[in-house]
C-alpha cells in the first residue's frame, strides 16, 4: 500500500520491507534478521558487521554527558556482535551535530568509547562528521568469529533450556542502558565450554527478544516468573518488556544446560529460566502462584 506510514507498518514491518527490497551475495552468511550481519571470509573466520544509531532527545539528553553517551553509542554494538558469538575489530564512528555543540561534549563522546575500544581491544577506525539540528551518533562495528561457532538466532529446538545473564529490567531508571558492560566475556566464555543453540541479546526487553528466538527457531517456550533474576525494584512487567538491558538470553541443548546449571566455580552468572517448546505453545509463563499464562511477545516501539 503506497499510503502507508511508517506508524502503521510499525518498525519490525518496515524492516521486513526493506529485506524484501535488498540482494544478499551468495558469500552473505545471513542478511538482515539477527544480531549482526555474517559475512563468508578466509576458511573456518567469518566476519560480522553491525550498527546502532542514538539521537538526541530520542534515546539522550546532553546533560547525560559525553561520555557515558559515547561508551552506550559502542557498547551496545559490542552487545550484539557477543550475541553472534565473535569478537570486535573496528569501529566507524559518524556525528551529526549542530554548529554550537560544544567541542568538550563531542572529545568526551570519543574518550567513552575509546575507554570501550581499548578494553575490548578493537580500533576506531573512521567515520564522517556533518552539521544536524540534533546530535546524533551512529556507530558501525566490525567483528569476526569461528564460522563454526556462530549463534543464530534460529537454533532453539524444543526441549532446550532458556538461560540468561542478568538483572533484568528498569536498566532506564537506573541508568544501566548508559554504563552496562557487554556480555562479551561471558558469551567467549559459553562457547568454550558449552555449545549454545541459539543467542541473543536483549535490547527490546525479555518477551520480545526472546519471540524473536522462538520465530526464528519456530518454536514456542515457557518461562518461570519465579527464576527471573531482576534488577532491585524491578516488576516482572519491568523485566518482560523494558528495553535496553543489554543481557544475553541463550538456549542450551538440554543435556548441557544441566551440565551449566550443575557447574562449581563459574566465572560468570548465568540463570536458567525456562524451556523451549513447540511452536503451537508460544510463549507462556507460570507464575509465582503456578498458574501458566499466555505472554505477548511485543517489544519496546520505536514508532
Ligand atoms: P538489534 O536490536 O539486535 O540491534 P534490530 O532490532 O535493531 O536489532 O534490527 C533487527 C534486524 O533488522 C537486524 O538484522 C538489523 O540489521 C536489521 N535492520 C534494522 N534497521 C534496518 C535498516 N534501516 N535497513 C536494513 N536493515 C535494518
Ligand atoms: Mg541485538
Not at 121 to 144: C, E, Q
Not at 217 to 239: C, H
Request: net charge positive.
Amino acid at each position: 500500500m503506497k499510503s502507508e506510514k511508517i506508524s502503521q507498518l510499525g518498525e519490525f514491518g518496515l524492516i521486513g520491507q526493506i529485506a524484501r527490497l535488498t540482494k544478499t551475495r551468495p558469500d552473505i552468511l545471513k542478511g538482515i534478521g539477527d544480531d549482526t550481519a555474517v559475512i563468508a571470509s578466509k576458511g573456518n573466520d567469518v566476519l560480522l558487521l553491525t550498527t546502532d544509531m542514538l539521537a538526541e532527545g530520542v534515546h539522550f539528553t546532553k546533560n547525560m554527558g559525553g561520555r557515558a553517551i559515547g561508551h552506550k553509542a559502542l557498547a551496545c554494538n559490542i552487545s550484539d556482535i557477543a550475541a553472534m558469538g565473535g569478537a570486535p575489530l573496528a569501529a566507524v564512528v559518524s556525528i551529526g551535530a549542530p554548529p554550537a555543540t560544544k567541542i568538550s561534549f563531542i572529545k568526551d563522546l570519543y574518550r567513552g568509547m575509546e575507554s570501550l575500544a581499548r578494553r575490548f581491544h578493537f580500533s576506531i577506525v573512521g567515520g564522517d562528521t556533518i552539521a544536524n539540528k540534533n546530535i546524533v551518533i551512529n556507530a558501525a562495528l566490525l567483528g569476526r568469529a569461528q564460522k563454526s561457532e556462530i549463534v543464530y538466532r534460529s537454533g532453539a529446538k524444543k526441549g532446550d533450556m532458556i538461560f540468561v545473564t542478568a538483572p533484568l529490567g528498569r536498566s532506564l531508571q537506573t541508568k544501566k542502558h548508559l554504563t552496562f558492560t557487554p556480555r562479551l566475556a561471558e558469551s567467549q566464555y559459553l562457547l568454550k565450554h558449552f555449545r549454545p543453540t541459539a543467542m541473543i541479546d536483549i535490547s527490546d526487553g525479555l518477551a520480545g527478544d526472546l519471540g524473536h528466538i522462538l520465530k526464528a527457531s519456530k518454536a514456542g517456550a515457557v518461562i518461570y516468573e519465579k527464576l527471573i533474576f531482576k534488577t532491585p525494584r524491578a516488576t516482572t512487567q519491568n523485566a518482560l518488556y523494558d528495553g535496553e538491558d543489554f543481557e544475553l538470553l541463550f538456549t542450551l541443548h538440554p543435556a548441557q544446560g544441566r551440565k551449566l546449571i550443575l557447574s562449581k566455580n563459574l566465572p560468570y552468572k548465568f540463570y536458567y529460566i525456562g524451556d523451549i517448546l513447540h511452536k503451537n505453545d508460544r510463549l507462556t509463563m507460570i507464575d509465582t502462584k503456578g498458574n501458566r499464562r499466555a505472554i505477548e511477545t511485543k517489544s519496546f516501539a520505536h514508532f
